[in-house]
């Protein structure tokens, strides 16, 4: 069960030089136990171990508990279910993504300071909806498609 999505535009880049910075953010993560909603075991509500970074019971969908065993941005990227695709020049470019919907948003919205400015991800829902996030001054927007239909006139032959 689950809900599948897919990008169907996508010119978003991490550049370069934003990936160890990028990947920090991401790491940092860990620690958010609150924000993770993928599948859980037996203890999910024990308190987090003393001295812990991460609660190894709770974990964001389709990763791992510590996000720290995934070792670069381009790892943490295509665990998530990203098609990405690394530059000569080193940056990362995010080309694809169909699966099922899960924690992706918030990796997105993470790497929003590191994405460059100006680009975005169309999406498309199993039932047809679209979506776009566009990045802008290190900030992601979203935006929702709306059909309009006009009349054209009658058609006649």
């Avoid at 069960?1 to 790491?27: K, Q």
């Avoid at 859980?40 to 171990?49: A, C, E, I, Q, W």
């Avoid at 609660?55 to 964001?60: C, D, G, Q, S, V």
């Avoid at 919907?101 to 999406?123: N, R």
Wanted: with cysteine; charged share 25%; proline share 6%.
């Amino acid at each position: 069960m689950g809900y599948f999505i897919r990008i169907t535009y996508s010119n978003v880049v991490i550049p370069a030089e934003n990936l160890d910075a990028s990947y920090a953010a991401l790491v940092a993560l860990n620690s958010r136990d609150d924000l993770k909603s993928g599948g859980s075991l037996p203890g999910r509500d024990d308190p987090k171990p003393e001295g812990a970074d991460h609660h190894p019971h709770r974990w964001f969908s389709w990763m791992p508990a510590d996000l720290k065993t995934l070792p670069t941005t381009a790892a943490i990227l295509e665990n998530l279910g990203f098609e990405i695709w690394q530059g000569k020049d080193g940056c990362i470019e995010i080309n694809g993504y169909d699966s099922k919907a899960g924690d992706e948003e918030i990796f997105l919205l993470t790497l929003a300071p590191y994405v460059k400015p100006d680009t975005e991800i169309e999406w498309m829902g199993e039932e047809n909806e679209q979506w776009k996030f566009v990045f802008k001054n290190g900030r992601m927007y979203r935006y929702e498609a709306e059909t309009l239909w006009n009349e054209l006139g009658e058609v006649t032959l």
